[in-house]
T-cell receptor
């Protein structure tokens, strides 16, 4: 089955860039996503990228996709304390009626003042 | 207005009891989901309904029974609760398949 892996923890200083990495196994993935979960809340979609793209930028967020290596990363520029949260990578298949997201284990980002 | 709302937010109960968690979405979405998040924050899909019809049913004990009275509601009933059922249960909804799920705030279930 599909597998999505992430490192569990990342700490950065306020103002630095954060890079959260993710690897996935399903070569048929057509959409890849980054979700953010703040304490005591549900997940919120941050951004997504189609598999035919290499990069997507949205304000402080940059998503890089290396389809050959099945590697996805999320870079947060000028990281702020409000960015402290758990970040989930997810992938979905495009075929079949039972479409679903497979989530990674989440990366806990801690931003130090 | 809360887009996806779940009740109760916290639920503490004894082993062997039966409990339900309710979910409602006011986004007009056709598809609703239940996810389970364990203590290590790992998130796994349990069920998905599209227009009241079950379309995803992962390997979940049959003690868990989802019910969708209409497309705005998806409830989760759990029979004979076990210690391992302790988790946070998230309801979510989506419209077109863009992968954008709208999550509720979660229902933390603790089984003693």
């Amino acid at each position: 089955g599909e597998d999505v892996e992430q490192s569990l923890f990342l700490s950065v200083r306020e103002g630095d860039s954060s890079v959260i990495n993710c690897t996935y196994t399903d070569s048929s993935s057509t959409y890849l996503y980054w979700y953010k979960q703040e304490p005591g809340a549900g997940l919120q979609l941050l951004t997504y990228i189609f598999s035919n793209m290499d990069m997507k930028q949205d304000q402080r967020l940059t998503v890089l996709l290396n389809k050959k290596d099945k590697h996805l990363s999320l870079r947060i520029a000028d990281t702020q304390t409000g960015d402290s949260a758990i970040y989930f990578c997810a992938e979905s298949e495009s075929s079949g009626s039972a479409r679903q997201l497979t989530f990674g284990s989440g990366t806990q980002l801690t931003v130090l003042p | 207005d809360t887009a996806v709302s779940q009740t109760p937010k916290y639920l503490v109960t004894q082993m062997g009891n039966d409990k339900s968690i309710k979910c409602e979405q006011n986004l007009g979405h056709d598809t609703m989901y239940w996810y389970k998040q364990d203590s290590k924050k790992f998130l796994k899909i349990m069920f998905s309904y599209n227009n009241k019809e079950l379309i995803i049913n992962e390997t979940v004990p049959n003690r868990f029974s989802p019910k969708s009275p209409d497309k705005a509601h998806l409830n989760l009933h759990i029979n004979s609760l076990e210690l391992g059922d302790s988790a946070v249960y998230f309801c979510a909804s989506s419209q077109e398949w863009t992968g954008e799920l709208f999550f509720g705030e979660g229902s933390r279930l603790t089984v003693l």
